[in-house]
């Protein structure tokens, strides 16, 4: 018992499929800027917090000639507190890590407990993994990620 081939017909061709490029160009100066990532971290959930943190190191290492538009000054004071450690944290990382002048308010900004950049506890089992691991300058701020989100979105 096998298949006759003979007697199968395909479907009809669909409708062809045109790719074209696409100008991104209008897209040029759209990233988030500190002064800009509490209000887009805000009442969000921990993931979307996190998401906002890892589109700004993408756009940092992605739009090198914006990177100091990128630290237009200090985040609103008013913001949420884990925020602002989270953003100083990140900031902190990138700057040092670019050989960028590191912004005075960075070291205004400090997690207490110690958090994970996710918001979860740095002294559970797993936090204790990324403590392990996150770079140096995390410790300064007690907010810790892998240091593997600092090369998000690297040409």
């Given at each position: 018992m096998g298949l006759d081939l003979a007697?199968?017909?395909?479907?009809p061709r669909g409708p062809r499929t045109v790719?074209?490029?696409v100008d991104l160009s209008r897209f040029a100066g759209y990233q988030a800027t500190v002064?800009?990532?509490p209000a887009l971290m805000a009442g969000r959930a921990s993931s979307d917090r996190t998401r906002t943190l890892i589109q700004f190191v993408k756009d940092w290492n992605y739009w090198l000639d914006y990177r100091v538009a990128m630290l237009d000054g200090p985040p609103p004071a008013d913001s949420d507190p884990f925020d602002l450690a989270c953003i100083a944290t990140v900031v902190h990382a990138l700057t040092a890590r670019d050989?960028?002048?590191v912004p005075e308010w960075?070291?205004?900004?400090?997690a207490d407990p110690p958090r994970l950049v996710t918001g979860r506890r740095a002294d559970s089992g797993y936090g204790l993994l990324i403590?392990?691991?996150?770079?140096?300058?995390?410790?300064?701020?007690?907010?810790?990620?892998?240091?593997e989100m600092l090369e998000r979105g690297t040409p």
């Open positions: 007697n199968v017909s395909l479907p790719v074209e490029p002064t800009q990532l050989g960028v002048g960075v070291h205004r900004y400090r403590v392990a691991d996150a770079p140096a300058v995390c410790a300064d701020h007690r907010v810790y990620f892998e240091p």
